[in-house]
């Protein structure tokens, strides 16, 4: 895992973006026609959801990593490494249908990428194990993110991970010894206490999702 490599892409983008202004022009343009299900507070909205798109971008390393040592202690490193790798590569090597995208409000689309992909494998963690592996529920967080990129091309995104998921984990990954042993380990309190520090993210930062009015 080449963490580092995914932080300095990070503050690279935040130098872009404060030489550019690029992410601010674009949530200028977005904000009036935001989904109505999508619930910022009246004072500095701008501001909120700018604070959002960083801290989802930022939560990717931070992610990443801490997936990788519950990995290792848990002894499922070898179905685990392989998909925290594209989703790792999304940043460092991204996919066609990112050609000529930079800056921070770009990296927004590589940080869903790698968001949904950890969502869709706790996705068959709870289907396999009935808990998923990581237990830190990014859906709303992702869910107004897709609404930031816009429908069609956080579509193409969500076709872009469902391929990975399907390449890289299917019935066969699940039914290797660690992952059994990986099975009696989960209700142990340890495995929990890694990911208590991972609160909802889009409510921690007052975007939240609610029914239009």
């Given at each position: 895992m080449?963490?580092?490599a995914v932080r300095e892409q990070v503050s690279q983008a935040h130098q872009h973006e404060g030489q550019t202004g690029q992410l601010k022009a674009r949530l200028e343009l977005q904000l009036p026609h935001l989904h109505p299900s999508i619930q910022l507070p009246e004072q500095d909205a701008q501001g909120t959801l700018?604070?959002?798109?960083?801290a989802y971008i930022e939560q990717v390393p931070e992610l990443l990593e801490a997936a990788h040592e519950v990995a290792?202690?848990?002894?499922?490193?070898?179905q685990i490494k392989?998909?925290?790798k594209i989703a790792e590569a999304y940043f460092l090597q991204p996919p066609?249908?990112?050609?000529?995208h930079v800056g921070l409000d770009c990296l927004l689309d590589e940080a869903y990428l790698?968001?949904?992909l950890v969502e869709e494998v706790n996705d068959l963690y709870i289907r396999h194990f009935q808990q998923p592996l990581i237990p830190f529920d990014t859906t709303m967080a992702n869910l107004i993110a897709h609404q930031l990129i816009g429908e069609e091309f956080a579509n193409q995104l969500d076709e872009?991970?469902?391929?990975?998921?399907?390449?890289?984990?299917?019935e066969q990954s699940f039914a290797v010894e660690s992952v059994e042993a990986y099975r009696e380990k989960l209700s142990?309190?340890?495995?929990g206490e890694a990911w208590k520090r991972w609160p909802c993210l889009s409510r921690q930062l007052g975007v939240e999702l609610g029914q239009p009015a």
């Open positions: 080449n963490i580092a700018a604070r959002f798109v960083s290792l202690e848990a002894g499922i490193e070898s392989p998909v925290l066609e249908v990112m050609d000529g790698a968001h949904r872009v991970v469902h391929h990975s998921v399907d390449e890289m984990l299917n142990s309190p340890a495995t």
